[in-house]
C-alpha cells in the first residue's frame, strides 16, 4: 500500500477548516505520561469521573482501539468568538453585568461538528471508516491534549490546555487513527526537543494560576478537577460545594478564567470563521433576568444540539440558582 501524503493531509485539514493538523505514530504513552495518569487517577483528583478509569489501557494505547494503526492525524478547531472580550479588551459595563456560559458552548455541540468534519476529511482522502480508519472527538479514551502536542501542534499549558503557539487555547481537538502509513511525521526527536513538551510555551508566566477562583491548578500542568469550575458546573451532580456561587462570579456553565488569563489568547485568539461554532442570537439574547427565569422548555429550546445538554436542566438550574442567591446577598 503507498504511502499517505502528510501534505496532502495537512492541506486537506486547512481546506476543511482546521486550524492546525500533525501527523504522530501511535504507540504506548511515555512512562512520564503514564505515571501522571497513575498519580491522578489514584489521588482521586478526577473526582466523580469514574469514566476517566474505565478503558484506562486504551487511553495508556490507542493503538488498541484499531487494529494495525499506524498513523494519528491530530486536528485542532478554533471555537473563539468576540462575545466575551477575546483579547487585551475591556468589557464594557453592559457586558460585566451579563451572565453567560463558557465560550465553546454557544455554538453547537462540537463533538457533532467534529466528528463531520472528521468524517468529511477521511472522505476526502479516500479513506473508510471502520477497519482502515476511525475518528474521535472527544468521545473515545485518547490522551488528546498528549498526542495533539506529540503531533507538533503545541504545548500543554499550566493551565492543563494545549495552547498552540501564536494562536492560544480557544481549539476544539480531533483525532483520526488510520491504518496507513504516512511519508512524513511531526514526532520527530528534533521537534520533541524544541518544543513540543509541556509547559514550553509557558516560560516564568503563571497568569493563569493566579487567575484561578479555586485553586484547581498544580502549576506544573496538572489540576484538581474536583475544584475546578467546569467540572462542578458540568460533570458533578447534586449540591454544589460551598463558596462556588460566589467563585462562579457570572459564569454558570464551564469557566474560562484560565485561558483568558493566559498571554497566548491575549494576544493571538482570532475568531472562529466555522458557522457551526458561532454564538447562536437566541443565547446571546438573554439577559441576566431571563437566566433567572429560565424554564425546561426554555431549555429544551436554547440547547437543542448543543453540549450545554450534558450539565441537563437541573445542573443548569442549581447553577443559576447558586448565582442568583450570591447576587442577592
Ligand atoms: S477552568 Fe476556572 S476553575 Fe477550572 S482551573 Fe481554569 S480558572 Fe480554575
Ligand atoms: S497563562 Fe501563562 S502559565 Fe498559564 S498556560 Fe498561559 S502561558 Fe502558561
Redesign the pocket.
Known amino acids: 500500500m503507498s504511502k499517505l501524503s502528510s501534505r496532502l493531509i495537512k492541506e486537506t485539514a486547512r481546506r476543511i477548516g482546521f486550524s492546525a493538523c500533525g501527523l504522530a505514530h501511535p504507540g504506548p504513552l511515555p512512562a512520564w505520561r503514564e505515571a501522571e495518569w497513575r498519580r491522578f487517577l489514584l489521588e482521586g483528583r478526577h473526582a466523580e469521573m469514574n469514566y476517566l478509569e474505565k478503558h484506562l489501557e486504551k487511553r495508556l494505547n490507542p493503538c488498541l482501539l484499531l487494529d494495525g494503526a499506524r498513523t494519528m492525524v491530530c486536528v485542532a478547531l478554533n471555537y473563539a468568538h468576540s462575545l466575551a472580550p477575546l483579547r487585551d479588551e475591556t468589557p464594557d459595563e453592559n457586558e460585566e453585568n451579563e451572565w453567560k456560559l463558557a465560550r465553546y458552548a454557544y455554538g453547537d455541540d462540537y463533538h457533532d461538528v467534529m466528528k463531520q468534519k472528521l468524517r468529511l476529511f477521511l472522505h476526502e482522502l479516500g479513506l473508510e471508516e471502520g477497519a482502515e480508519a476511525r475518528v474521535f472527538a472527544d468521545t473515545a479514551p485518547i490522551d488528546e491534549k498528549f498526542w495533539a502536542m506529540r503531533a507538533g501542534l503545541g504545548a500543554i ?3 492543563t ?1 494545549l ?1 498552540l503557539p501564536q494562536a492560544g ?1 480557544y481549539f476544539f481537538l480531533g483525532e483520526m487513527l488510520l491504518t496507513a502509513e504516512a511519508d512524513a511525521y511531526d514526532d520527530t526527536a528534533a521537534h520533541a526537543a524544541a518544543k513540543n513538551v509541556p ?1 514550553a ?3 516564568n ?5 493566579e487567575a484561578c477562583p479555586t485553586k484547581a491548578l498544580d502549576g506544573k500542568g496538572g489540576m484538581d478537577a474536583g475544584r475546578c469550575l467546569s467540572y462542578l458546573t458540568i460533570e458533578h451532580r447534586g449540591a454544589l460545594p460551598p463558596g462556588t456561587g460566589f467563585a462562579m462570579k457570572d459564569c454558570f456553565y464551564g469557566c474560562d478564567r ?1 485561558a483568558e ?4 489568547n491575549r494576544r493571538f485568539a482570532q475568531e472562529t470563521n466555522c458557522p457551526e461554532l458561532m454564538p447562536r442570537p437566541a443565547l446571546t439574547a438573554m439577559q441576566r433576568e431571563d437566566w433567572m427565569k429560565l424554564s425546561r422548555e426554555d431549555y429544551t429550546r436554547l440547547f437543542r444540539k448543543s453540549a450545554v445538554k450534558r450539565a441537563k436542566f437541573e445542573g443548569l438550574r442549581r447553577n443559576i440558582d447558586a448565582l442568583t442567591e450570591e447576587n442577592s446577598r
Open positions: 499549558g499550566r493551565n490546555q495552547i487555547s509547559l510555551l509557558c516560560g508566566c503563571r497568569a493563569c494560576i484560565c488569563a493566559c498571554p497566548w
